[in-house]
């Protein structure tokens, strides 16, 4: 035996540590995977042995081997081995080893729970600490249950170390199980005016975060951390707080006004860049918040915007990039004071950091007017050449397009200007954004009648150069453009100078090497080019152009028809067969082109994305309802054959559209008109929309005068430049033209009023080169206005949407008296098992100032105050804190020692003095003192478990609960959460719980899914008690 | 919140990796490789934010780093951490390593792998801001040593005198990659 533990140590020696496995795979450099290998063979080995140490060695290895990225999770079972050992070395690694690769999937993690516990407990507090240390990375829900309640009695641990790492779980513990945020909030709360920094510096953190998410739940907290930012002096939980009431403000203007001051105060006074910054960022969101409310807030936002420049113009990069991000956001509602830095904003711009000249980006968006965009894109297009082949650029590009088309093409004056950067932008190589520059076109043509000649003209240059564009690959993702190009010059092939050389550029045989949905596209278009070319040589006789424009169809299609896309196949073929038909038609002299236009006639209007999704639900029509009876089950299908649809449905359909005239409905849209004009509750369309169906004539459209002076490019040659100069010569020209306007007004009007027209334009001066009416997109009539912005459903945050001031079922309260509303919660105490803790907080309802407060407890036979040394048994306790009028809440702590069980009586009396006078009040209540508070939750196992139930000591009884309805997971968190109970042993449909009284008693359930409950117990009346308190939680669900 | 901590060398090896959310290890692989190419191109004299990083995060979260000498520090944090608040934590952390290792260098991270965790562990607990104080996280870290070596340690005396052994015949190891001037000036916090 000796020998052989010897002969262990001998092995163990020579055992690989980390620092070897470290070192060996160093040495390894050419065959690491290799080396690796045999290690983990080595380390499964010392797995397999009984030693501790060895294990504990191998574990520490397998962490870093997972570093490297090898699947550890084999082990899972050993590093729980190796978490329980007894100790805190090895204890350690497991933790380590545990946080490091377990996971919500991981089996063993449900046999920690009773290890984790234990650990938790444990007198030395790092053992404490690295279990919680631990749980934080890997809590599960059902670790989360079971462990709230320890975890939340480690709130009030007495070394601080413990306390702040408790506070700070106890946020993992809200996400993975919810319902434990409501009893743990008071307490969470009272750790915010802990004597030690870390731990409020931790409580601060925690309900930051839970407020992020849900800010409307802690607003009532505004006032004590109004009061934590006016005295703290920690930047960190400074920086914290004041993040947090940036995401309150929105939420309470009233609390906006208070904080400006002192926020301006700790701007001008700090030295700390990370606290001014962030003090800078809340008093933004205040100014937002207050924006709609009161415009008097002018010298704050020159004090931000003023910092921020100071920010930017800071050498240090992340200054710079953090006032870039913060002017973003005073833009969105100030952008005048923002503009006048447009100077700077350029300047970055040209910043060698990326991450800069993205943010500069983002602040250009906001700055264009009508008068700068020109140039603005300007210089942008010159950032555009320099930044060839990287993501910079195509940031750029979408850009550009977002600057241009932003509120409705809002800046725009010049829509053939807009239309030439996109044909140059076309130019970019190897950018991902083709689709964005085509919806761009398709957009503008579509929505801008006005410009559609000049669009379709510049579209069918493209098409022509459409080997420029596709040029080397098809990866190339710019080839997208080509589909917004033949379905312009298809749609609107009207405006076209050259259809046939346009439709012979569609169809060249390149067009079959480009994606399939663009053929597909070429296809239909090339058809409607037919169409108008027809048209156009309509009433030629024996037309000679005609009968090519068939015969050069049917020679280049059938490529098409081939082609391995179906839908450019399907299209092909059809069209194919068409023109065959058309040229047979047309070599019988029989006129053909009114019959084929006709196919294409019609306009198509945009419609809004969210079109569909709004068209009201008619009056009287259930969607739900049936059209036809359901078949009854009796009739089998077999029965009546065929016969269905052979009779009935060309009869429907026949009927519909004969029965349906033109004159009929015409008077059934008047009758709905009636109807709808005398109907107080239709609500009517928006006379946006409403134009749209008003007008759709083409009268309508003010033709515009295309400037030929500006001849068609050829592609390679930028022209949008030359829109900036003939719009600034425009301008000029108008101006002039104003100004000779004015001076002839002035001299009739002479001595009347004097203007200075040397300043500079003004917005509205600017007039658009051409009257272009930018159609809206269309909605359906009566749409509701409304943004449904689906939340994501998955978020965890959404649990944690409780309403935290509202009914708080867990804790006991108390009379609801007009002045003071208590609550209160008891729990055993883990350090002193003969004492439980009483958490009481009061909330003052009344609208003065309650100057202090007595308790004055009678102590019963079972239970003691416990009172300050030297003080009597009928002295009272003074609560050593202040309640303001309103809202405010408080909580407080103190200790009752206890010998047996049932219940306290305890009297209280109130002073309270209002501003002028001082009234007295006595309040005489009852604390009720459960028998589940002297409960504490304790792990058993199950052989000592099934010891227990043996020995025949103790006495059972049994309850039945009716009409619960709950999954039964539920039901034993709830009794675990609310009587302290721990789950043993869960077996399908029945679980075995335990719990230890303060005392020492033992009490067990059998708990079934029929809802039904066995309990063992060796003190009767304690059994009965806990019995009737479960009767109790359940009867109040 | 901080969802990931990641240090790596200047060729983009791993020293120490902590994800405060689960991603398989493969994943984990994936987001280093991603995180290094993004932050080994940028120049050492531009700003410490990053945008971007498709596969950890999203737009509400921003990679902050530092790079000391051989290595890079990454912290991937969402929006609810203060972006220069950060920096000075990652600043705090390479300051205690540096006291804890006594003059901390490549080679401590890399063979030390367990105790740079052992520390960050009483800076970062679960994703959470634990502590800033220095002092503090020393105490701390230098209290669970002590105990550690009253238990007698991982590798018990003999097998140090193995490891010495073993240590003989092994080509050089390179000494020389000190972290160097640790004390890049930063825009900080006041001492917290």
Sequence with gaps: MALKIVKGSIDRMFDKNLQDLVRGIRNHKDDEAKYISTCIDEIKQELKQDNIAVKANAVCKLTYLQMLGYDVSWAAFNIVEVMSSSKFTYKRIGYLAASQCFHEGTDVIMLTTNQIRKDLSSPNQYDTGVALTGLSCFVTPDLARDLANDIMTLMSHTKPYIRKKAVLIMYKVFLKYPESLRPAFPRLKEKLEDPDPGVQSAAVNVICELARRNPKNYLSLAPLFFKLMTSSTNNWVLIKIIKLFGALTPLEPRLGKKLIEPLTNLIHSTSAMSLLYECVNTVIAVLISLSSGMPNHSASIQLCVQKLRILIEDSDQNLKYLGLLAMSKILKTHPKSVQSHKDLILQCLDDKDESIRLRALDLLYGMVSKKNLMEIVKKLMLHVDKAEGTTYRDELLTKIIDICSQSNFQYITNFEWYISILVELTRLEGTRHGHLIASQMLDVAIRVKAIRGFAVAQMATLLDNAHLLTGNTQRNGICEVLYAAAWICGEFSEHLEDPMQTLEAMLRPKVATLPGHIQAVYVQNAAKLFATVLRKHDGETESQAAQETSQLLIDRLPLFVQSANLEVQERASCILQLVKYIQKLQQKNVEVAEEVTALFAGELNPVAPKAQKKVPIPEGLDLDAWINEPPSESESEDEKPKAVFAKEEPKHSRSRHTEVDEKELARRREVRKQEQANNPFYIKASPSSQKVYDAPGVEHIPVVQIDLSVPLKVPGMPMSDQYLKLEVERRQKEKAERKKKEKKKKREKRGKERKADSGPESEEDITPAHQVDIVTEEMPENALPSDDDDKDPNDPHKALDIDLDKYVPYCRHLQFIHVLHIVYDIQGNHQDESKVVVSVIFENKSDSFLKSMEFNVLDSLNSKLQRPEGAGAHDSLTVPFQLPPGQDTHAFLFVSSVSVSIVAVCIDCFLMQSDESSTHEKLDFKLHFTCTSYLITTPCYSDAYAKLLESGDLKGSSLRLEGINMPFHHLLARICFHHHFSVVERIDSCASMYSRSIQGHHVCLLVKTTVSIDAKCDEPSLLGNVLDEIKQTFSKC | ?192
Excluded: W
């Design chain 2, 1 to 192: 919140m901080i969802k990931a901590i990641l240090i790596f060398n200047n060729h983009g090896k791993p020293r120490l990796i902590r994800f405060y959310q689960y991603f398989a290890e493969d994943m984990q692989q994936q987001i280093i490789r991603e995180t290094f190419h993004l932050v080994s191109k940028r120049d050492d004299n531009v700003c410490n934010f990053l945008e971007g990083g498709s596969l950890i995060g999203g737009s509400d979260y921003k990679l902050i780093y530092r790079h000391y000498a051989t290595l890079y520090f990454v912290f991937c944090v969402d929006s609810s951490e203060s972006e220069l608040g950060i920096l000075d934590l990652i600043q705090v952390f390479v300051e205690t390593l540096d006291k804890c290792f006594e003059n901390v260098c490549e080679l401590d991270l890399i063979f030390h792998m367990d105790k740079v965790h052992y520390i960050l562990q009483e800076v970062v607990m679960g994703g959470m801001v634990l502590e800033t104080n220095m002092n503090e996280i020393v105490a701390q870290v230098e209290l669970q040593n002590r105990m550690e070596k009253s238990e007698g340690g991982l590798s018990t005396a003999p097998a140090r005198a193995v490891s010495a052994v073993k240590n003989m015949n092994l080509p050089e190891i390179p000494r020389n990659i000190n972290i160097g001037d640790i004390n890049i000036k930063v825009p900080s916090l006041s001492p917290f």
